[in-house]
């Protein structure tokens, strides 16, 4: 019984080891992440992903990208 006790708690120190390491791994890349963001203006990749896709387009495909809104005015007036 003694036996059966000392193991589990070396189990018990293992699993609290291994999630010790995954939660600082995990603040870690958290970190980087949070740097990373704070080099765009705090907008992160999305608004930096954006502005890199829209500097590969050519100016027509912006500006067909870019009618979905457009129309004459007196369309919707009718």
Do not use: P, T
Not at 28 to 54: I, N, P, Q, T
């Amino acid at each position: 019984m003694q036996e059966a006790a000392s193991e589990l708690d070396q189990d018990r120190e293992k699993r609290i080891a291994a999630i010790a390491e995954r939660e600082r791994v995990e603040k870690e890349e958290e970190e980087k992440a949070r740097a990373k963001s704070a080099k765009y203006g705090g907008k992160g990749d999305f608004v930096h992903g954006l502005h890199r896709k829209a500097g590969d387009m050519d100016i027509g495909e912006r500006m067909r990208r870019g009618r979905g809104g457009l129309g004459k005015q007196g369309e919707d007036e009718e």
